[in-house]
């Protein structure tokens, strides 16, 4: 069935997210701060809206995709999105942010008298164009239901991962997995360069024995055994060393929170966070590599 949708931040996946709605026959209202990112909407068919209390006063499910925790709960409350909506619709937040933030404006939706899902993504700016969205989900069994087609039309998965917040934990959780088992992964090439062993021989060996994961069989950070991974382009992203820097920064403040005993996810959150503002701003996060090769002299 059609619904009307608005869709606030329309930037690298936000805009093609709101495209494939329009393609799956939704009416999309979307607003973002930039007018670019609006206007790049407007050509794939979204109509632009004012404001985002404009676009949600006559929407029945209100999208957002912005950078920060923030960004959201201003916008619900202190910028009145909530209020600009009318009761009953359903709020989903599809940006990557903090736990208690999620849960934090899943409160104040409810509050309002809203519905309300976290359902932050994986499968970056690629997976948002081609419409093959991973969809983390936290929520009541109505609300994922009343989501699930919609992010259907934007993804190819939608896994509901439990109440409020647990989408943000489920994709905090899976990228401290990638991030520590990135650094890993290119630590043991670089202590396989310092042994005199090829890459392809470690390669050829972990991939198909226990040493095997994403992060080396898809992501491979040296240039060579799987050709289609950002080390064969320089390291152009790919999924950025920002993005995995700001992930492992919301799993630290969840692991500080928590007191969790997770001493490799605060590691590689503050390597992670030194390679973003350094010589990763713009790289792939397999990059790391090369800051790991530096710092042994190689
Ligand atoms: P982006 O910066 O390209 O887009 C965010 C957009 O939100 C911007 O266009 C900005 O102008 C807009 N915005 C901010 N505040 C606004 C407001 N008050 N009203 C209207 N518009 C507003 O970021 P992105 O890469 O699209 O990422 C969005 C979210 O998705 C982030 O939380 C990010 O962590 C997450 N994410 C990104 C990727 C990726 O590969 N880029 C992958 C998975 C998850």
Request: proline share 5%; net charge negative; hydrophobic share 50%.
């Amino acid at each position: 069935m059609s619904a009307v949708i608005a869709f606030i931040g329309l930037g690298h996946m936000g805009g093609p997210m709101a495209a494939n709605l329009v393609k799956a026959g939704h009416r999309v209202v979307g607003h973002d701060l930039v007018p670019e990112a609006l206007k790049t909407a407007v050509a794939a068919g979204v109509e632009a809206a004012p404001s985002a209390g404009a676009a949600a006063a006559e929407a029945d499910v209100v999208l957002t995709m912005l950078p920060a925790g923030r960004h959201v709960l201003a916008l619900y409350q202190d910028e009145g999105l909530l209020a600009a909506a009318r009761p009953g619709t359903l709020f989903v937040d599809c940006s990557t942010i903090d736990v208690a933030d999620a849960r934090t404006a899943h409160e104040a939706a409810v509050a309002a008298g809203h519905r309300a899902v976290d359902a932050p993504v994986s499968g970056g700016v690629m997976g948002a164009e081609a419409g093959t969205l991973t969809f983390m989900v936290g929520g009541d069994d109505a609300a994922f239901a009343q989501a699930e087609p919609l992010l259907a039309a934007m993804g190819k998965k939608a896994v509901h991962c439990g109440a409020a917040g647990a989408g943000q934990a489920a994709k905090i959780c899976n990228n401290m997995i990638l991030g520590v088992s990135m650094i890993a992964v290119s630590e043991a090439f670089v202590l396989g360069e310092s042994l005199g062993l090829s890459h392809q021989a470690l390669f050829d060996v972990a991939s198909t024995a226990s040493g095997q994961c994403w992060a080396l069989s898809v992501n491979c950070p040296v240039p060579g055994p799987v050709p289609g991974s950002p080390a064969n382009r320089d390291y152009r992203p790919g999924f950025a060393a920002p993005l995995m820097a700001k992930d492992l920064g919301l799993a630290a403040n969840a692991v500080r929170a928590g007191g969790v005993d997770a001493e490799l996810g605060l590691r590689a959150a503050a390597l992670y966070a030194a390679f973003a503002e350094g010589d990763g701003a713009a790289e792939d996060f397999s990059g790391i590599v090369r800051a790991i090769r530096d710092r042994s002299g190689q």
